[in-house]
């Protein structure tokens, strides 16, 4: 096979004459290139590690202080105070480079300059550190700055006015804070009081409060203890405890979708739309292992943290019986790509040089057309990662740990990311409401065996050229992977482009080696786990019901018109829409990110508050007057917005207790009112997907590049999965998950609700609004 003589670098043969080789100079050839590469790749981290490490100062400011050290030295000025006269009496005496003693004077100089720098660093991060844990900005009024913010704003510009770069303020960002247990213990009351009566809830503060007396001293002295020690108290017990550890399948239960572009179309041709795509998506990489990609910053100058960037790409996760393993690569220069029952490993650089976008192309047209069957047990192997984590584990060691097997199974886990490509086709026609939610459900699950879920994202690709991805949710969250898909989308749009016939621009190069077959041996044994899993993944699947609507009447430009956040404002819809679906409140999980702080990830907004209660109870009554209902729903409103504010600025409830709860674990303490809050079911879990991380292109010029969002499987399996996303200023998606096997949820029948609880608002503000 063509494949496997370019694979090797030399052959050789036994002769009688001895050992012959053969040098293969093309295969050398490339293998030095990619030595060249690997060693750009590595002088380039160093460079960032150095600007990164002396951020804000730069190689530059040393100089001008070596400089200004020695100027007012010539000057007969000692701006040292004596201290370069310390230093030249404490350099070695006798040859050498210190002979002279205008060669001592420079470098007691430079030494006492380099010091005056590395302190004037330490300063100004610390300085920044300190500013950057000031969050007063976050709750004052809008348009109503205080002159504490104006004086913090400037002194932040000031100081981070730098050019950054990705890392660069790392250091700078602050902990996330431990909560007092009394405060929190308070905001846990009055979230649970609208969802319990007189007698449960007295119950519940009786546990609370004997819990904070008696308990809650001991566990706090160890999450302070680790607070100190530790970059973020929070994230690496999250990552463990509740991703890696999870043994139900990761399909549905944990992963996530998200969708292409739905109101334009680029490309029918399946292949161009891979070429361009996936050339945008290692371009970002480059950039991203350059730190050449902007934080992203809040108000444009408080910045977030970027850790989670840093496992997009070349990151696998690695089943384990009790605990799964996250596994990340520095590189990685190929992807793997199911396609009919077959795996393919596709080489995306030739030598040092990344394939262009018209040479993907033709690789993926290559797969395409190629007629090879699938092996035995081949097709359904993905089923693997869509079943239980422990059976996965199992087969793996059992079958997967040697042999052709085991090199397979490398090349997947090795790769960039995983590509499919899908035989259907699926796009979202205005005129076909359904055809939002079928594409949906082809991003959550497929059919169960051609998405590898292990992969920190699948790249989904369907034979009309539409596209999504599906993310895996141990390695970072939604706004990492939206990133990364706001470039993507707006590079092949504005930057790369197609030919009048829908191909990538330029013409291919027909010498490359085509795509290389994985090759597997799967006896009957693996054979029939693969099967048992695939089963367990396809009850899971048909069990899950999807409803997603692009709603039309208005979006955040009229939401804003009632003097309330936009999210706010879908948040008390929700609810809204909630009691009128089950008749009854439930705990409600909304996710807020706590970026702010160092290696921070996520928080949970407690939206169903005494103040929305209050105004959804109101409204069902329909016996009060429009201004008493506004006021109710400002009320509402405004406790939603200090709560989000709460969580934001490291003030939230449940991180707090769930790290208390793991410390009691680990020092064996039994708490009934911690075992009682850990085990709450979350029956409406929401979440507002971010866009414009990237201002790629003028929304105004182009309202038609507009993503639809994505969403994720209900939490609870009597509950329902809400996301949404505010996409500009005339229009809602929303993404609402429940399970067939539930009679007590209707995911459509949700959805409707959502929509009148939408429009009802709308009308309690007289906004103008059309026929949806």
């Known amino acids: 096979m063509a494949e496997a003589h370019q694979a090797v670098a030399f052959q050789f043969t036994v002769t009688p004459e001895g050992v012959d080789f053969r040098l293969s100079r093309e295969a050398l050839k490339h293998v030095y290139l990619s030595g060249i590469n690997s060693w750009k790749k590595r002088l380039i981290r160093i460079k960032n590690g150095i600007l990164r490490g002396v951020y804000p100062g730069s190689p530059t400011s040393w100089l001008v202080v070596v400089m200004a050290t020695v100027g007012s030295s010539f000057c007969n000025v000692d701006v040292s105070l ?49 500013l950057l844990s000031y969050h007063g900005w976050m709750f004052e009024m809008h348009g109503k700055t205080s002159n504490l913010t104006r004086i913090w704003a400037m002194c932040v510009r000031l100081l981070s006015s730098r050019h950054p770069m990705l890392y660069s303020f790392q250091t700078s960002l602050p902990k996330l804070p431990v909560p007092r247990v009394s405060a929190t213990i308070q905001r846990y009351l009055e979230s649970v009081r609208p969802l319990l009566d007189d007698e449960e809830y007295y119950r519940m503060e009786m546990l609370a409060k004997e819990f904070q007396n008696k308990t809650a001293p001991r566990l706090q002295k160890y999450l302070v203890l680790k607070s100190w020690w530790a970059s973020n108290y929070v994230s690496d017990w999250w990552e463990e405890y509740i991703y890696l550890r999870g043994r139900s399948p990761l399909m549905v239960n944990s992963n996530y979708y998200v969708m292409d572009l739905v109101l334009i179309k680029n490309t029918d041709v399946q292949a161009a739309r891979l070429g361009n795509i996936i050339h945008a998506m290692i371009m970002y990489r480059r950039k991203l292992d350059r730190e050449e990609i902007k934080p992203v910053m809040a108000l444009g100058i408080v910045p977030m943290c970027s850790y989670q960037m840093e496992r997009m790409f070349n990151t696998t996760r690695v089943p384990g019986k009790e605990t799964d393993v996250l596994q990340h690569l520095s590189d990685s220069r190929h992807v793997a790509v199911y396609h009919k029952g077959r795996f393919f490993k596709l080489w995306l650089y030739e030598g040092s040089c990344l394939l262009k976008p018209q040479d993907l192309e033709m690789q993926f047209q290559r797969i395409l057309d190629d007629p090879s069957p699938p092996q035995p047990g081949e097709e359904k192997l993905a089923a693997l990662t869509a079943g239980g984590r422990v059976e996965w584990a199992q087969a793996r060691q059992a079958f997967f740990s040697s042999g052709k097997n085991k090199a397979a199974l490398e090349a997947i886990e090795r790769a960039a990311f995983f590509v499919a490509l899908d035989e259907e086709s699926y796009r979202y026609d205005p005129e076909d409401e359904a055809s939002l939610s079928l594409y949906g459900k082809a991003l959550l699950h497929g059919n169960c065996y051609n998405r590898w879920f292990d992969k920190s994202f699948t790249l989904i690709s369907f034979k009309n050229g539409q596209l999504g991805l599906n993310a895996e949710h141990a390695w970072a969250d939604a706004p990492i992977i939206g990133h990364l898909w706001e470039f993507v989308l707006g590079t092949d749009s504005f930057h790369l482009g197609y030919t009048e016939t829908g191909h990538c621009l330029g013409k291919p190069n027909p010498a490359l080696p085509p795509p290389t077959r994985l090759q597997w041996d799967i006896p009957k044994q693996c054979q029939a786990v693969i099967e048992s899993s695939y089963q367990v993944a396809k009850a899971l699947a048909d069990d899950v019901e999807l409803y997603c609507f692009q709603f039309l009447p208005f979006g955040k430009g009229l939401i804003k018109k009632c003097r309330t956040s936009p999210d706010a404002f879908v948040q008390i819809a929700l609810q809204l829409a909630h009691f009128r679906d089950r008749g009854k409140f439930c705990l409600t999980y909304e996710a807020s990110m706590t970026r702010m702080f160092r290696e921070g990830r996520t928080e949970t907004v407690r939206s169903c508050t005494s103040e929305s209660t209050a105004f959804v109870q109101a409204m069902v009554e329909k016996s009060h007057a429009k201004a008493d209902l506004r006021d109710l729903f400002q009320k509402a409103a405004k406790k939603h917005q200090n709560m989000y504010r709460l969580a ?75 996301s949404y996303m505010i996409a500009g200023e005339n229009t809602i998606f929303f993404h609402i998950s429940s399970k067939f096997s539930s009679s007590e949820t209707n995911a459509q029948r949700f959805g409707n609700h959502i929509r009148q609880a939408l429009l009802d608002l709308a009308d309690l503000f007289q906004v103008p609004k059309t026929d949806s």
Not at 104 to 115: K, Q
Not at 651 to 656: L, Q, S, T
């Open 82 to 130: 004596g201290l370069v006269g310390c230093i030249q009496r404490c350099l070695p005496q006798g040859c050498g480079p210190y002979q002279t003693p205008q060669t001592r004077a420079l470098l007691s100089m430079a030494i006492f300059s380099t010091g005056v720098w590395v302190t004037g660093i330490f300063f100004f991060r610390q300085t920044l550190k300190l």
């Open 648 to 722: 934001m600025t490291g003030a939230g409830i449940d991180r707090h207790l769930f790290c208390l709860y793991l410390v009691s674990k680990y020092l064996g303490v039994s708490s009934p009112f911690l075992a009682e809050v850990l085990s709450e079911p979350w029956r409406l879990s929401t979440s507002q997907i971010p866009q414009s991380q990237i201002r790629m292109f003028d929304p105004e010029q182009h309202p038609n590049h507009l993503g639809a969002g994505g969403g994720f499987g209900p939490v609870a399996d009597d509950g329902y999965g809400v």
